[in-house]
């Protein structure tokens, strides 16, 4: 079922110019649309000759420990998170109170980001059951920082945000976070958000209730993370189906391109296969939209010529075999035999003709037990008074004057009204959409005049009655 919860919506960064410095020191000015720009962050980068971005930067977090001890980078990324709330006393107070809370664990160096989860994790469970650090503190020039639960900032402006999720993401499961920098160059921070919300969730809820069929409904959840993991280090071809990222992860509309997926580099390192499936999966999306077609046939997708715009073809039956079962195993597509022919269908456009067809039998069927009457009054009479005879004038109903020089606008109107379901079809600009407003306009009026006769007679009822 899709889930607002687990739906993923790209957000596309404005360009930027950044700086960057090699490992040498050396400073090189680059131009494009990074999701992170945090001094925090290493990034990898392809550019053309004019310093703009070729690809996807690929990201991860600083490994070096005593640059990120040094620069207290750790403090540099709360501060962040936090300054998205724009209250400097919640911002100053959340990281006092959180420095505080440090000072009793005895970390008086610079933390590091691997240490980060566990000290955040545990901050928050102790502010929430044992009450602001800074009131346990013997020092009190803390100045006009509030007394109160500074945990749920840090669950809402570090554990919830995309900035957040991605750093502590990056440090248990930093190849996730490199293949989906790579894979979804402007959707991974929401990505990832995503897969830690809820995690974060369902952690919350095991503290809540320990009963043992809620703590494995929890660890089934927690799992997503280390399964979107586990594709990204052996599987990553998966992130560009569609049904697969649903089934194993549960997110809805993620699904990575052919053409991201062969900038990152994995093309050659994935098995004949898959690789086969991916391509045969690329032709017929870009069919299904360029041409509309709902499937295709077995022996016209082996001739398609998609194939040579990609420059891929795939020999041998053996091959076509495999991959096609592989598609079908994974839920990808959906084959039916008729007409003489094994026909290759995607599986959202499959189920999206089952239902199409269980609709039109329902509605025939409701149609057959009890027919439906449209209240049209397309010709209307006009009676015309002349001083010396009496004469009546056929004339449209004025919703649809418009179809008076039109056959075919006429007669499709006239279908539609005999008919429980009609098929329109014709070029753009026919009067197609002319045809159905007409009609629901006409059906409008009439029924508002029903209801205008039927308030009148209830009125002289209620009135002299």
Known sequence: MLSGDNLVKTRVPRMKKVELKDKAGKKHVCHGRFSMTEPYWEVMVKLNKNRYLQSAPIYSLRSDMDTVRAANMVTIFLSDCLQVCKNDNIQNGTQACFEQYCRS????????????????????????????????????????????DHSQYITIFVFRSDLGASVLAAVSFPQLVRCVSSLFRYSFPRILNKLSQNKMKRDEEREDNDSEEEMNKVDNWNRRLQQAEAMAQSSPWEFCFRDIVIRKIKLFG????????????????????QKDALF????????????????????????????????????????WKSALEYLETNGVTKTEEFGGDSNIFLSR?????????????????????????WDVDLFRIDQLYKPTTQAYHLSFSPEFNNL????????ACLLICSSPIVVMSGRGGCGKTTVITSLLKHLINRSNTRTLRSSRLFSVFVVYG
């Open 349 to 373: 456009n499959w189920q999206a003709e089952v239902d199409t067809t269980e609709a039109v039998k329902t509605i025939l069927n409701r149609h057959k037990a009890k027919p439906f009457v």
């Open 280 to 319: 045969i999966y690329e032709v017929m999306k870009v069919d299904a939209k360029k041409h509309g077609h709902v499937y295709m046939p077995f022996r016209l997708l082996r001739d398609c010529q998609i194939f040579s715009k990609l420059g891929y073809r795939i020999n041998g039956l053996e091959r």
């Open 254 to 273: 993620v699904e990575a391109s052919l053409k991201a997926y062969q900038d990152a580099g994995y093309l050659p390192l994935t098995p004949v296969t």
């Open 105 to 148: 664990l005895g970390l008086k160096d610079g933390l590091t980001f691997t240490e980060l989860s566990k000290v955040l994790t545990g901050y928050v469970r102790q502010e929430k059951y044992r009450g602001c650090f800074l009131g346990h503190s013997s020092n009190r020039g803390f100045g006009n920082l509030s007394i109160e």
């Open 404 to 411: 008076r020089s039109d056959c075919d606008q006429l007669r």
